[in-house]
């Protein structure tokens, strides 16, 4: 079975563009988290989707947003970008995202802010 | 608010050596707990969980509800357990979704 892919692997952008990151989960999974991931902050959740709605949401400001179509497959957006979103942007897949499900991640989209 | 704590940013120990890295949680209700790993240049991926009871690599973890700790264990350290270990409970939604600590970045010497 092919893992998670995310795309772009990198990306530069400059303060008040936005960016569209793209991840495609594991056949046959439903549920598609994305994390931010920051030497500072560590991994945080940003959001959940399943069967192409939102179900969970993290902290992050509304700028944050994402979607998920009808294959499964998500984009995260983020609109008006600041310095402090150079982060590694990590989507992780699971069957049904519930407790006991094993997530399983991708490579990552490494964006940095100038 | 719901929070992991793992205290030792880095653990260096002698191959043979045991292996203990802390993880502390302070969650309502009783969340899943599990512990994920990265290798050098490889991605996340999970390790073991608390559900499954199990020993993956020789690691082990104990949860004890009355400390709210689930501390991941080996007796034995190889070299090739070198990595970045991620201890996450999971509550089952909300903001917090799969809650990640920072890390312990576990170096093994020979």
């Known amino acids: 079975k092919a893992g998670v892919t995310q795309t772009p692997r990198y990306l530069i952008k400059t303060r008040g563009q936005q960016v569209t990151l793209s991840c495609s989960p594991i056949s046959g999974h439903r549920s598609v988290s994305w994390y931010q991931q920051t030497p500072g902050q560590g991994l945080q959740f940003l959001f959940e989707y399943f069967s192409e709605t939102q179900r969970n949401k993290g902290n992050f400001p509304g700028r944050f947003s994402g979607r998920q179509f009808s294959n499964s497959r998500s984009e995260m957006n983020v609109s008006t970008l600041e310095l402090g979103d150079s982060a590694l942007y990590l989507c992780a897949s699971s069957l049904y995202g519930g407790r006991t499900d094993t997530q399983y991640f991708g490579p990552g989209t490494r964006l940095t802010v100038l | 608010a719901q929070r992991v704590t793992q205290p030792e940013k880095l653990l260096s120990v002698f191959k043979g050596a045991p292996v203990e890295l802390k993880c502390n949680y302070s969650?309502?209700?009783?969340?899943?707990l599990f512990w994920y790993v990265q290798y050098s240049r490889q991605r996340l991926q999970l390790l073991l969980r608390?559900?499954s009871r199990e020993s993956i690599k020789g690691f082990t973890a104990d949860l004890n509800k009355g400390e709210t700790s689930f501390h991941l264990k080996k007796p034995f350290a190889q070299e090739e357990d070198s990595a970045m270990y991620y201890c996450a409970p999971y509550s089952g939604g909300g903001a917090d979704g799969l809650t990640f600590g920072k890390g312990t970045h576990l170096i093994i010497q020979p």
């Open positions: 969650y309502s209700g009783s969340p899943e």
């Open positions: 608390h559900i």
